[in-house]
């Protein structure tokens, strides 16, 4: 009875076995996701245009300069975003980014006097950047050519004075962990999508500078004779130097290219050896 007993609660308990390191990475995500969102905030949307965790307001004598509109809704945006794609839960995501963009303000508005009226206008501009970055980073997780024209938007959009060059090699080569011998023409499409999503992206940030640096300071804080100030400006550069920015910008990242090339072969490479190692042991 003993010996019958014993045997038979060896065979209930469960072995012991390694644990799966995907199942733990995918357990660990959510808590590491959080901290990167955290970490990444800032330096994604303002790195070099302030000091760390402020919005960069730029004091004007009669205000705050007008450029810093621009500023602050293009680095709020990306920022945002940047949230958006790292933590999956909405409500966390949005906490996040108000409290992140709460802060920034709060340490920035003790050093900053405002023409009156402007401090709403400039809340608003971050206000609205933040929610509309939480949209778009939402869908930067459908898949990898999402995840890619993600990385140029946030290249192309972002106010912050860090290099784009590494980052637009990451999204040029990205669309090729999915290409296969059948997907030659989805693969190269994709690139192309990622490329215009880019140039899009430096179109509208340049345009946008154009027209905020149309306003004279302390005009801010009347948004109603600003916004067509900062559209007409915005419209006017697009039509006169859009087609311009789309034949030079790529020009100041022609040496990434091969950084591009050399990501793509690896991507490919480890994506076809991953698969013939899963067909493997599916046989």
């Known amino acids: 009875m003993s010996d019958s007993r014993t045997r038979n609660e060896v065979t209930a308990t469960p072995a012991s076995g390694p644990r799966d390191p995907r199942a733990v990475a995918r357990r660990l995500w959510p808590f590491v996701a959080v901290v990167l969102a955290v970490v990444l905030w800032w330096p994604t949307g303002f790195s070099g245009r302030g000091p760390w965790m402020h919005l960069p307001l730029v004091q004007m004598s009669g205000g705050v300069a007008p450029i810093s509109g621009g500023v602050v809704l293009l680095g709020c945006l990306v920022a945002g975003a940047v949230v958006s ?16 963009t709460a802060v920034a ?30 949209g778009v980073g939402a869908r930067a997780t459908k898949g990898v050519v999402s995840a890619a024209s993600f990385i140029a938007l946030v290249a192309g959009l972002s106010p912050a004075t860090w290099s784009r060059g590494l980052l637009l090699a990451i999204a040029v080569a990205l669309p090729f962990w999915a290409a296969t011998a059948d997907r030659v023409a989805p693969t190269i499409l994709a690139v192309v999508r990622v490329v215009l999503t880019w140039l899009a992206a430096v179109v509208v940030s340049t345009s946008l500078w154009i027209g905020f640096s149309g306003l004279r300071a302390g005009e801010l804080a009347d948004p109603g004779k600003a916004a067509p100030v900062v559209g007409r400006g915005f419209v006017d550069h697009v039509r ?21 090339v050399v990501l793509a072969v690896l991507l490919v490479v480890t994506a076809t050896v991953l698969t013939c190692r899963r067909a493997t042991k599916a046989a």
């Open 85 to 100: 794609a790292l933590v999956a839960s909405p409500w966390p995501k949005f906490v996040i980014a108000v409290a992140l």
């Open 105 to 134: 303000w709060v340490l920035a508005d003790g050093s900053i006097t405002f023409a009156p009226g402007e401090r709403v206008v400039l809340a608003a501009l971050a206000a609205i950047g933040m929610l509309v970055g939480l």
């Open 240 to 260: 006169e130097h859009g087609l311009e920015i789309v034949r030079t910008a790529p020009q100041v990242y022609t040496g990434w290219i091969w950084v591009a």
